[in-house]
């Protein structure tokens, strides 16, 4: 029986602290310079990014829905067209598409509560121009699939990758397999830093000039104005923290995935749960665990007995998927992300958390099974 602890969800100070004196060196460093909008830092950035991932062009944007916006923009969608999005992810993805002049169609999700295949076929229409995956949970889905159903159909493919950068599937990374993919910088974020920031990401050149516009009032290097743009700009402030924490990232991935098998170990053998597949489950996926979400039997009784014990717990998206959202009125499959919207949950899953922190929260939910 370990003793009582206090596990918030999320620790933004402690992790802050940890490396307290680097993080004031790099502002010190920016600030001093005055180096505040499109200066070395986020150049800097950008190139490792693209040296991380493996790609031509990696564009800081000012956040992860943005670059998604931007994304679906440089890509060109004709007004009215349909783009396939799943149900279960943040509704910044459905209003990329919506500002981007489509209309989101819902796509069910599987068991691993990502997008799935089956249910894109059945939505696909004549009017139907792109599939946004969303590679949830820091988990990448099954992209041979994907993107054979959208060379099939004539369709372009746009990763809503913002909780998957590191994540791989077959060895190639997230947001590297369709026209291009976002990635957000947002705090609670694997890669995360002190506000909000994003990127796009992409191998197509006509695509990363018109990005490179878009996210600056459509000018060009030259001052012309090419086309209207927005004011998008990843800040230099932020980009200098990011360069930094991307040098060190793999070892937070490493720490995620012991984290994950740890729980894994210890709750594998409740029938009453529904876990994430364990991160050496198969050669295929290599999963970073954004968070850790699971399905629960009795989950509002779970969540209360876990919270009078100290263990803090959320619900993705308050507990709603798109299609529950009645004013934004979107339709589409959702059967599965119905049923599946009762019982899901996360659990404490960030690197300021210790191996006894999981056995505690493992130990409180064997309790309360029993
Ligand atoms: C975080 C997130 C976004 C948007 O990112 P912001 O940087 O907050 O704009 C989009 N889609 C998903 C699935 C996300 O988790």
Not at 73 to 99: C, L, Q, R, W
Not at 217 to 227: A, K, M, S, T, V
Not at 311 to 328: A, D, K, P, R
């Amino acid at each position: 029986m370990l003793s009582p602890r206090t596990i918030p969800f999320f620790n933004y100070p402690a992790l802050f602290a940890k490396q307290e004196q680097q993080f004031l060196e790099i502002i010190n460093d920016v600030l001093r310079r005055g180096a505040y909008i499109m200066q070395k830092d986020l150049a800097e950035f950008e190139t490792s990014l693209a040296q991380y991932l493996g790609v031509k062009h990696a564009i800081g944007i000012a956040d992860g829905t943005m670059a998604l916006t931007i994304g679906l923009k440089a890509t060109g969608i004709e007004d009215g067209s349909e783009v396939i999005v799943p149900s279960h992810t943040f509704v910044a993805s459905a209003a990329a598409i919506n500002h981007a002049g489509g209309i989101p169609v819902l796509a069910d999700c599987g068991l691993d509560h990502l997008i799935s295949p089956a249910s894109i076929e059945r939505l696909i229409t004549p009017k139907t121009r792109a599939i946004m995956p969303v590679q949830l949970n820091g988990r990448t889905t099954e992209m041979d699939v994907i993107l054979d159903i959208a060379q099939n159909h004539g369709l372009f493919v746009l990763e809503d990758s913002c909780q998957a950068l590191g994540s791989k599937y077959k060895g190639k990374f997230a947001g590297t397999f369709g026209k291009a993919g976002a990635f957000s910088f947002y705090p609670a974020k694997t890669l995360g830093c002190f506000g909000d920031g994003g990127a796009l990401v992409t191998d197509d050149d006509t695509i990363a000039q018109r990005a490179y516009l878009l996210r600056d009032h459509g000018r060009g290097p030259d001052g012309n104005i090419w086309c209207y743009g927005f004011n998008a700009r990843l800040d230099n402030l932020q980009a200098a923290i990011l360069k930094f924490k991307l040098k060190e990232y793999d070892k937070d991935i490493i720490r995620r995935r012991e984290l994950a098998a740890r729980y894994h170990e210890s709750l594998k053998n409740l029938s009453e749960l529904c876990l994430p597949p364990s991160p050496d489950s198969d050669d295929n996926h290599f999963d970073i665990y954004q968070n850790y979400e699971i399905e629960a039997e009795s989950r509002d009784e779970l969540r209360v007995f876990l919270s009078e014990r100290g263990v803090s717990t959320i619900m993705q998206w308050g507990g709603n998927t798109l299609h529950q959202f009645e004013m934004l009125g979107l339709k589409g499959i959702t059967t599965y992300t119905e049923e599946m919207t009762k019982r899901f949950m996360l659990l404490p899953m960030n690197t300021s958390l210790s191996d006894e922190d999981i056995d505690y929260i493992c130990e409180c939910i064997n309790m309360f099974y029993k």
